[in-house]
């Protein structure tokens, strides 16, 4: 595995990496301190608003492809903190994930996830791992919305049994380090009527929201500044914690969404 590029914006360092097979991921350094790494190479989940999924799955990374990605870059970057959150569904390589996890918690970093819930199985075993921030993608609690939006992910009803289980016996601490995640796209997922069950959901789980915004990297349309603001402000009326997407993740150059495999 070899580092083949580096590409930078204002905000983010992208960089490319060659696997032995000659696939290639990426990740991305941001905020000053974190590094985005990637679990696979392309996903199955298949978002249609992530390019990440765009080609289907090729393969599974190992553990030590995942490790690699900071081992090459941790004399160059200050990087204190890990995102599990680049190109793939970290619980579809779970066995590879959870190795590299304890790897990165041995050399001092801290460690967060970001997961579509799926296989539920592992996001049972995930949610109790000694993570510094796990963030669950629910984008819809409406089955035929979810299924748009996350169409591989396994069905919501399911997810959200699993959560209600689990959460259940967590203190609040542990729970304050779980987000659930709601990317707004236009016409789909962004009525009242969707933000309301949302926010009912969180608020019966005791834990945190993330509302991203869109990148535009498909055919949908992204809400206007104003509108993603109205639609946080709607939802800080439960009395919920909602965090909104950084500038960061909202750069074209390694922001959610803008990850794709073999990037020429």
Known sequence: MRLISALRSELNELFIFELEDGNRVEAVFYRGDTLCVSTQVGCAIRCPFCLSGSNGLVR?????????????????????????????????????????????????????????????????????????????????????????????????????????????????????????????????????????????????????ATLLYYNTTGSFEPLSEKEYEEKFLFLKRYGIRVTLSTRFRKDPLGGCGTLIVNRN
């Open 60 to 208: 599974n990374l190992t553990s030590e492809e995942i490790y690699k990605q900071y081992d090459l870059l941790k004399d160059s970057f200050p990087i204190k903190r890990i995102a599990i959150a680049g190109i793939g569904e970290p619980l579809m390589n779970y066995q590879n994930v959870v190795e590299s996890f304890w790897k990165f918690k041995k050399a001092g970093l801290k460690v967060s996830f970001y997961t579509t819930g799926f296989p539920y199985k592992y996001l049972k075993d995930l949610l109790r791992l000694p993570h510094n921030g796990l963030t669950v993608s629910i984008h819809s609690t409406k089955s035929d919305k979810r299924k748009i939006l996350v169409p591989h992910g396994g069905d919501i009803d399911a997810l959200i049994d699993t959560l209600r289980e689990e959460l259940a016996s967590m203190s609040k601490a542990k729970k304050k380090k779980i987000s659930l995640a709601y990317l707004l796209i236009k016409g789909v997922n962004d009525s009242y009527e969707d933000l309301d069950s949302f926010a009912k959901l969180v608020s019966e789980l005791g834990v945190g």
